[in-house]
């Protein structure tokens, strides 16, 4: 089998959250882009419900050789090699990706929160880390990132736990938790008053992650990236609540385009205001 027939067809603009939307410079779109395709190819590849497992590693190891030099087999690996090359940025963010597509393939449960942030350090946190990397951005900004990419993690596996399971049987709400329910719960048409709880307590669990982020924007130089970072933030608040609040299972937890385009409006004049008020208009 070859990685070509496992691909989802999905692209950057299909994802949740801001991708190389036009907030970001054009001269730093192209790697952004040539990153997200890499990691969406290798994401389609351990998300595929029909391949089997052994076949899924071997092609994830193929992208891993790609992107090492050690083989010209992934076409999306030769590309993102290059770009890595022209921009002197380090490989580790896309083989920490790498890591967490191997976890997708292996490891179907989490035993509690913190072995779900650690899935996330590989998952979720090295994608911030590359833009800021991208942007020439300090490393000094990378805890608030990994705390906003955790809880952009952490809200997407409760907007899709029931599709996790019935389709992948993955669950990532934590064995500790959801042992108070059962498993099956999570195949049900709608969440018993107990699961949605369980749900409801992750998010305001995760909310404590928001928190930690909340000043994110505002330790960006770059402005049209920390203008991303702020509607990213604001977006990721929204959905947090909604999943306090909803039911994943038989309710929208998702935006529309027409509600980011109301929050990005709605968040603007401050950002705007915030931003020329502690730099002086830079």
Request: glycine fraction near 6%; include cysteine.
């Amino acid at each position: 089998m070859s990685g070509d027939t496992l691909q989802s067809g999905k692209g950057h603009k299909d994802e949740n959250f801001p991708v190389a939307s036009f907030l970001i410079a054009p001269r730093h779109r192209a790697p952004v882009l040539a990153f997200y395709r890499y990691v969406r190819f290798a994401d389609d590849i351990a998300d595929h419900a029909i391949a089997a497992a052994p076949e899924k590693l071997r092609l994830l190891e193929e992208m891993r050789a790609t992107l090492m030099g050690e083989s010209d087999a992934s076409p999306e690996g030769v590309t993102l090699r290059t770009v890595l090359a022209e921009r002197d940025i380090t490989p580790v963010h896309a083989l920490d990706l790498l890591e967490a597509f191997r976890r997708d393939v292996t490891k179907l449960r989490y035993r509690d929160w913190d072995d779900l942030l650690d899935y996330c350090r590989y998952s979720a946190m090295p994608v911030g880390r590359f833009v800021l990397d991208v942007h020439g951005e300090s490393r000094d900004t990378w805890p608030a990132n990994d705390a906003l990419c955790a809880a952009l993690q952490v809200i997407n596996h409760l907007q899709d736990c029931g599709k996790d399971y019935r389709d992948l049987n993955r669950v990532y709400i934590p064995d500790d938790v959801l042992s108070e329910v059962g498993v099956d719960a999570l195949a049900a048409p709608a969440a018993s008053p107990a699961l949605k709880a369980v749900i409801a307590g992750l998010a305001r669990k995760n909310a404590g992650l928001l928190q930690q982020s909340k000043g994110f924007a505002r330790q960006i130089r770059d402005g049209r990236l920390a203008l991303e970072v702020d509607l990213i933030q604001t977006l990721a608040e929204d959905l947090n609540a909604r999943l306090m609040r909803r039911d994943p299972l038989s309710e929208n937890v998702h935006h529309s385009r027409m509600k980011v385009a109301a929050l990005f409006l709605k968040r603007l004049p401050f950002f705007a205001f915030r931003r020329l008020t502690a730099r002086g208009g830079a």
